[in-house]
Each structure stands twice: as C-alpha cells, then as structure tokens.
C-alpha cells in the first residue's frame, strides 16, 4: 500500500498559479513512478503528468506542456505539479497516482490513488 494526500488545491484566477503536493507513506516511495491525473463531471481521468522512481524522466500531456512542471523530493516521500498561466479549462479534481512501473498515460497502469484536490480556475 502507499497511502497518498494531495493537497494545494483551490481557486485562482485565469493566468494564475497553484502549486499541488502529495505526500505519500512508506519506505518505498522512490520505487514508484509517480503522476497527477485530473477529472471533471461526467468524463474519464485524464493524464496530466508523470514522474519516473528516480525523477529523470517526465511525461505531459500536450495541452499542460510549457506550463505544469512536475517534480519530487524522494527524501521527503512528495511529489509536486507547478501550475503557470492556468486555464478555466485546467479545472478539475486533481489525483495523485503511483505505480511500480514506468510511466504511462492511461488511469489503468496506476494502482495507488490519493482522495484528490479541486482546482478551480475562474475567468
């Protein structure tokens, strides 16, 4: 098991920023492949970012490139998304996700989730 809390969520004005964090439990945090995943009513979990075990390797999804950076502090067992220049369309509930494997893009691949943090960006 890796229990993870995301926090760092909230409301912000178009072209703002937010900085989300999620803290996991356990010895074995930098084994894990990290990444945020996002959601809105009514449709799937979307792919965000990742983050290889050993932080060397990223993954975004087209429309965040440029503006989300995603990092993690293995020797504090957390990993960020620092969003610049948000969107009203960047809003939804944010998941933090681990697993043992590489990163992938798909909800599937992911096998730990945290309970999520909104963001809402207004305009």
């Known amino acids: 098991q890796v229990p993870l809390v995301e926090s760092g969520g909230g409301l912000v004005q178009s072209g703002g920023s937010l900085r989300l964090s999620c803290a996991a439990s356990?010895?074995?945090?930098?084994?894990?492949?990290m990444a945020w995943f996002r959601q809105t009513p009514g449709k799937e979990r979307e792919f965000v970012a990742g983050?290889?075990?050993?932080?060397?390797?990223?993954l975004y999804k087209d429309s965040v490139k440029g503006r989300f950076t995603i990092s993690r502090d293995n020797a504090q067992n957390t990993v960020y998304v620092q969003m610049n220049s948000l969107k009203p369309e960047d809003t939804a509930v944010y998941y933090c996700?681990?697993?043992?494997?590489?990163?992938?893009?798909?909800?599937?691949?992911?096998?730990?989730w945290g309970q999520g943090t909104q963001v809402t960006v207004s305009s």
């Open positions: 356990g010895r074995t945090f930098g084994s894990y492949t």
């Open positions: 983050i290889s075990a050993g932080g060397g390797f990223t």
């Open positions: 996700a681990a697993t043992i494997d590489n990163p992938a893009t798909h909800s599937t691949s992911y096998n730990y």
